[in-house]
């Protein structure tokens, strides 16, 4: 699963997720694309199941690309811990996704196909999602 080789601190804070996507929210590698609806945190775990679910709709034909990565860590405490004694362990990474994002990217294939992979995917995804062409293939 995806997570940072190395990061500056072991823990974060858990953030504002507030605006649109102003950055990454059009399809520039591919010809099709997923783009989120809503905000949310899209685990590691989600991610490679949505890659799998992609790339084994199209039986590995034509090139998938991953736009987002999962730079942030969620931390949790453990079951019948009190409260105090500092904040839980890290437990995996998740992604901020905000609505606008382009999740994932595809080319080379047919759009029936793409759009088919792209559903998939999105149902393995915890925002909603929308399929999108490139701004040339419209």
Known sequence: MLEPRKTKFRKQFRGKMGGVAMAN????????????????????????????????????????WIKIFPHKPITNKPVNSKLGKG???????????????????????????????????GHKLSVKTRFVKAPEFN
Request: charged share 30%; aromatic share 6%.
């Open 25 to 64: 929210n059009k399809v520039s590698f591919g010809e099709y694309g997923i783009k989120a609806l809503t905000r949310g945190w899209v685990s590691a775990r989600e991610i490679e199941a949505a890659r799998k679910a992609i790339v084994g709709s199209v039986k590995r034909k034509g090139k998938v």
């Open 87 to 121: 904040k839980g362990a890290v437990v995996g990474y998740v992604a901020v996704v905000k609505p606008g994002t382009v999740l994932f990217e595809m080319g080379g294939v047919d759009e029936a196909s793409a759009r088919e992979a792209m559903r998939l995917a």
